[in-house]
Nanobody, 126 residues
Framework: QVQLVQSGGGLAQAGGSLRLSCTVSSRSSFTYTMGWFRQAPGKGREFVAA????????TYADDVKGRFTISTDDAKNTIFLQMNSLKPEDTGVYLC???????????????????WGQGTQVTVSN
């Protein structure tokens, strides 16, 4: 069973930065595609970014391109989401996710992910 444990997030002002972390428990984590999603109150899970651990290729949602960066630390079995130039519309609960067996980082549908972290709140104020 794969466990994803998240940390980071919190409160930031518009234009500021935050970093999220997600540590993967499975020793076979390197076979996974890892994704970040966010969920605003009353809305569904929205794709933010994904990275294929073995190749390092990435995919981003259009509204975060150039502002957010997804990356990995192989030694720590951890992925990161560096969020810069934050906007109030970035507010939501951010969740990391993992899926195996798909040889691509272009996986924007949350239903394609098997494992999920516990979620962490990100709030951006004006």
């Amino acid at each position: 069973q794969v466990q994803l444990v998240q940390s980071g997030g919190g409160l930031a002002q518009a234009g500021g930065s935050l970093r999220l972390s997600c540590t993967v428990s499975s020793r076979s984590s390197f076979t996974y595609t890892m994704g970040w999603f966010r969920q605003a109150p009353g809305k569904g899970r929205e794709f933010v970014a994904a990275i294929r651990w073995t190749k390092g290729d990435t995919t981003y949602a259009d509204d975060v391109k150039g502002r957010f960066t997804i990356s990995t630390d192989d030694a720590k079995n951890t992925i990161f989401l560096q969020m810069n130039s934050l906007k109030p519309e970035d507010t939501g609960v951010y969740l990391c996710s993992a899926t195996a067996g798909l040889a691509t980082a272009n996986i924007p549908n949350p239903q394609d992910y098997t494992f999920w972290g516990q979620g962490t709140q990100v709030t951006v104020s004006n």
